[in-house]
Protein backbone atom coordinates (compact mmCIF):
# COMPACT_ATOMS: atom_id res chain seq x y z
CA UNK A 1 0.00 0.00 0.00
CA UNK A 2 1.22 3.49 -1.20
CA UNK A 3 1.41 6.08 1.62
CA UNK A 4 1.08 9.35 1.19
CA UNK A 5 1.49 11.87 3.78
CA UNK A 6 1.29 15.79 4.29
CA UNK A 7 2.47 17.83 7.42
CA UNK A 8 1.12 19.93 8.73
CA UNK A 9 -2.30 19.38 8.48
CA UNK A 10 -2.87 22.89 9.31
CA UNK A 11 -1.02 26.72 9.64
CA UNK A 12 -1.74 29.56 10.85
CA UNK A 13 0.37 32.20 10.42
CA UNK A 14 1.26 36.11 10.02
CA UNK A 15 1.60 37.72 7.61
CA UNK A 16 5.65 38.42 6.32
CA UNK A 17 6.07 34.94 8.30
CA UNK A 18 7.64 31.94 6.56
CA UNK A 19 6.84 28.01 6.52
CA UNK A 20 7.83 24.79 5.47
CA UNK A 21 5.01 22.38 4.46
CA UNK A 22 6.07 18.99 3.97
CA UNK A 23 4.98 15.41 1.58
CA UNK A 24 6.37 12.14 2.46
CA UNK A 25 5.87 9.08 0.73
CA UNK A 26 6.45 5.14 1.81
CA UNK A 27 7.33 4.34 -1.52
CA UNK A 28 9.83 5.56 -4.76
CA UNK A 29 7.91 8.08 -7.15
CA UNK A 30 8.67 8.80 -10.58
CA UNK A 31 7.15 12.81 -10.20
CA UNK A 32 5.79 15.16 -7.84
CA UNK A 33 3.88 17.89 -8.36
CA UNK A 34 2.53 20.68 -5.91
CA UNK A 35 -0.70 22.11 -6.39
CA UNK A 36 -2.51 24.89 -4.82
CA UNK A 37 -6.43 25.14 -4.38
CA UNK A 38 -9.14 27.42 -3.07
CA UNK A 39 -12.50 26.72 -1.77
CA UNK A 40 -14.65 25.16 -4.54
CA UNK A 41 -12.29 25.23 -7.21
CA UNK A 42 -10.22 22.54 -8.86
CA UNK A 43 -6.32 22.39 -7.76
CA UNK A 44 -4.44 24.46 -9.65
CA UNK A 45 -0.84 23.55 -10.48
CA UNK A 46 1.89 24.96 -8.48
CA UNK A 47 4.95 23.16 -9.52
CA UNK A 48 6.30 19.92 -11.08
CA UNK A 49 9.61 18.11 -9.62
CA UNK A 50 10.91 14.52 -11.16
CA UNK A 51 14.91 14.32 -10.72
CA UNK A 52 16.45 13.44 -6.99
CA UNK A 53 17.56 16.44 -4.78
CA UNK A 54 16.14 19.14 -7.35
CA UNK A 55 15.06 22.80 -6.50
CA UNK A 56 12.91 25.22 -7.88
CA UNK A 57 11.52 28.29 -6.94
CA UNK A 58 8.33 30.60 -8.08
CA UNK A 59 8.60 33.91 -6.72
CA UNK A 60 8.75 33.68 -2.62
CA UNK A 61 8.35 29.76 -3.57
CA UNK A 62 10.53 26.78 -3.30
CA UNK A 63 10.09 23.20 -3.72
CA UNK A 64 12.84 20.76 -2.60
CA UNK A 65 12.64 17.40 -4.07
CA UNK A 66 14.27 14.44 -1.63
CA UNK A 67 17.41 12.86 -2.89
CA UNK A 68 15.74 9.54 -2.05
CA UNK A 69 12.55 10.41 -4.60
CA UNK A 70 10.31 9.79 -1.23
CA UNK A 71 9.65 13.38 -0.09
CA UNK A 72 9.45 16.90 -0.89
CA UNK A 73 8.86 19.80 0.78
CA UNK A 74 7.88 23.54 -0.20
CA UNK A 75 8.75 26.88 1.68
CA UNK A 76 7.13 29.98 1.72
CA UNK A 77 8.65 32.94 2.26
CA UNK A 78 7.65 36.52 3.32
CA UNK A 79 3.72 34.62 3.33
CA UNK A 80 1.31 37.19 2.13
CA UNK A 81 -2.17 36.74 2.73
CA UNK A 82 -2.94 35.67 -0.75
CA UNK A 83 -1.14 32.78 -0.02
CA UNK A 84 -4.23 31.09 2.10
CA UNK A 85 -5.23 27.86 0.49
CA UNK A 86 -5.19 24.34 0.75
CA UNK A 87 -1.96 22.96 -0.76
CA UNK A 88 -1.78 19.50 -1.77
CA UNK A 89 1.13 17.11 -2.95
CA UNK A 90 0.37 14.79 -5.72
CA UNK A 91 3.12 11.94 -6.42
CA UNK A 92 3.07 9.52 -9.91
CA UNK A 93 4.02 6.07 -8.99
CA UNK A 94 5.36 3.43 -11.27
CA UNK A 95 2.01 2.20 -12.39
CA UNK A 96 1.16 5.67 -13.50
CA UNK A 97 -2.24 6.57 -10.98
CA UNK A 98 -1.73 9.66 -9.32
CA UNK A 99 -2.32 10.02 -5.35
CA UNK A 100 -2.80 13.38 -3.45
CA UNK A 101 -1.79 13.74 0.04
CA UNK A 102 -4.49 15.43 2.66
CA UNK A 103 -3.42 18.76 1.89
CA UNK A 104 -2.11 21.79 4.39
CA UNK A 105 -4.60 24.48 4.54
CA UNK A 106 -2.99 27.72 5.35
CA UNK A 107 -4.41 30.66 6.49
CA UNK A 108 -2.26 33.91 6.52
CA UNK A 109 -3.25 36.72 8.29
CA UNK A 110 -3.30 40.22 7.95
CA UNK B 1 -6.64 24.72 -25.77
CA UNK B 2 -9.48 25.95 -23.14
CA UNK B 3 -8.65 23.73 -20.12
CA UNK B 4 -9.92 20.73 -18.30
CA UNK B 5 -13.84 21.34 -18.62
CA UNK B 6 -16.38 19.90 -16.07
CA UNK B 7 -20.03 19.70 -16.36
CA UNK B 8 -22.39 20.80 -14.36
CA UNK B 9 -20.41 22.48 -11.66
CA UNK B 10 -23.43 22.05 -9.32
CA UNK B 11 -25.73 19.33 -8.98
CA UNK B 12 -28.39 18.73 -6.50
CA UNK B 13 -30.37 15.71 -6.73
CA UNK B 14 -32.97 13.28 -4.11
CA UNK B 15 -31.35 10.44 -2.44
CA UNK B 16 -31.79 6.84 -4.87
CA UNK B 17 -31.95 9.35 -8.33
CA UNK B 18 -28.86 8.96 -10.40
CA UNK B 19 -26.92 11.28 -11.70
CA UNK B 20 -23.37 11.70 -14.65
CA UNK B 21 -21.09 14.15 -14.62
CA UNK B 22 -18.98 14.62 -17.98
CA UNK B 23 -15.51 16.00 -18.22
CA UNK B 24 -13.76 17.29 -21.35
CA UNK B 25 -9.91 16.99 -20.79
CA UNK B 26 -7.58 18.74 -22.71
CA UNK B 27 -7.29 18.09 -26.10
CA UNK B 28 -4.57 15.03 -27.05
CA UNK B 29 -4.23 14.42 -23.08
CA UNK B 30 -4.03 10.21 -23.34
CA UNK B 31 -4.66 9.81 -19.74
CA UNK B 32 -7.56 11.04 -17.34
CA UNK B 33 -8.55 10.83 -13.77
CA UNK B 34 -11.68 11.26 -11.98
CA UNK B 35 -11.39 11.93 -7.99
CA UNK B 36 -13.50 12.54 -5.17
CA UNK B 37 -12.87 15.43 -2.69
CA UNK B 38 -14.95 16.10 0.51
CA UNK B 39 -15.02 19.06 3.25
CA UNK B 40 -11.16 19.79 4.32
CA UNK B 41 -9.76 16.69 2.90
CA UNK B 42 -7.23 16.10 -0.39
CA UNK B 43 -8.44 14.61 -3.87
CA UNK B 44 -9.66 10.40 -3.18
CA UNK B 45 -8.64 8.71 -6.58
CA UNK B 46 -11.19 6.96 -8.26
CA UNK B 47 -10.60 5.82 -11.61
CA UNK B 48 -8.09 6.43 -14.41
CA UNK B 49 -8.33 6.12 -17.83
CA UNK B 50 -5.58 5.77 -20.81
CA UNK B 51 -6.96 6.85 -23.99
CA UNK B 52 -10.58 4.78 -23.83
CA UNK B 53 -8.93 1.63 -21.43
CA UNK B 54 -10.36 2.28 -17.67
CA UNK B 55 -6.97 0.98 -16.02
CA UNK B 56 -7.45 1.02 -12.88
CA UNK B 57 -10.23 1.54 -10.28
CA UNK B 58 -10.39 2.12 -6.64
CA UNK B 59 -11.47 -0.65 -4.50
CA UNK B 60 -13.33 2.21 -2.83
CA UNK B 61 -15.73 2.67 -5.37
CA UNK B 62 -18.76 1.19 -5.05
CA UNK B 63 -20.84 -1.06 -7.79
CA UNK B 64 -23.16 2.45 -8.28
CA UNK B 65 -20.20 3.88 -9.51
CA UNK B 66 -19.10 3.53 -13.20
CA UNK B 67 -17.08 5.61 -15.53
CA UNK B 68 -16.60 5.63 -19.34
CA UNK B 69 -14.38 7.25 -21.68
CA UNK B 70 -15.84 5.60 -25.11
CA UNK B 71 -13.63 7.50 -27.71
CA UNK B 72 -10.63 8.35 -25.82
CA UNK B 73 -11.74 11.86 -24.97
CA UNK B 74 -14.78 13.20 -23.04
CA UNK B 75 -15.41 10.86 -20.10
CA UNK B 76 -18.96 10.45 -17.98
CA UNK B 77 -18.98 9.15 -14.59
CA UNK B 78 -22.23 7.82 -13.04
CA UNK B 79 -23.57 7.44 -9.89
CA UNK B 80 -26.44 5.28 -9.66
CA UNK B 81 -28.97 5.25 -6.50
CA UNK B 82 -27.04 8.33 -4.92
CA UNK B 83 -27.00 8.17 -1.08
CA UNK B 84 -26.40 10.88 1.06
CA UNK B 85 -22.50 10.03 1.88
CA UNK B 86 -22.27 10.48 -2.25
CA UNK B 87 -22.30 14.19 -1.62
CA UNK B 88 -18.31 15.79 -2.56
CA UNK B 89 -16.55 17.58 -5.21
CA UNK B 90 -16.06 15.06 -8.19
CA UNK B 91 -12.98 16.23 -9.82
CA UNK B 92 -11.63 15.32 -13.17
CA UNK B 93 -7.80 15.78 -14.40
CA UNK B 94 -6.16 15.17 -17.58
CA UNK B 95 -2.11 14.88 -18.64
CA UNK B 96 -0.10 14.12 -21.85
CA UNK B 97 2.23 10.51 -20.27
CA UNK B 98 3.90 11.79 -17.15
CA UNK B 99 3.65 15.41 -17.62
CA UNK B 100 1.82 17.24 -15.39
CA UNK B 101 -1.62 16.86 -14.61
CA UNK B 102 -4.50 20.19 -14.88
CA UNK B 103 -7.79 19.76 -12.56
CA UNK B 104 -11.04 20.66 -14.39
CA UNK B 105 -13.01 23.56 -11.62
CA UNK B 106 -14.92 20.21 -10.11
CA UNK B 107 -18.36 19.37 -9.99
CA UNK B 108 -20.36 20.08 -6.82
CA UNK B 109 -22.53 17.11 -5.79
CA UNK B 110 -25.05 17.82 -3.10
CA UNK B 111 -27.54 14.82 -2.36
CA UNK B 112 -30.65 15.68 -0.45
Not at chain 1, 78 to 101: E, H, I, K, S
Not at chain 2, 15 to 33: A, K, W
Not at chain 2, 94 to 101: G, K, M
Request: charged share 25%; glycine share 8%.
Amino acid sequence: TQLLEQSPQFLSIQEGENLTVYCNSSSVFSSLQWYRQEPGEGPVLLVTVVTGGEVKKLKRLTFQFGDARKDSSLHITAAQPGDTGLYLCAVTYNNNDMRFGAGTRLTVKP
Amino acid sequence: DTGVSQDPRHKITKRGQNVTFRCDPISEHNRLYWYRQTLGQGPEFLTYFQNEAQLEKSRLLSDRFSAERPKGSFSTLEIQRTEQGDSAMYLCASRRLDTEAFFGQGTRLTVV
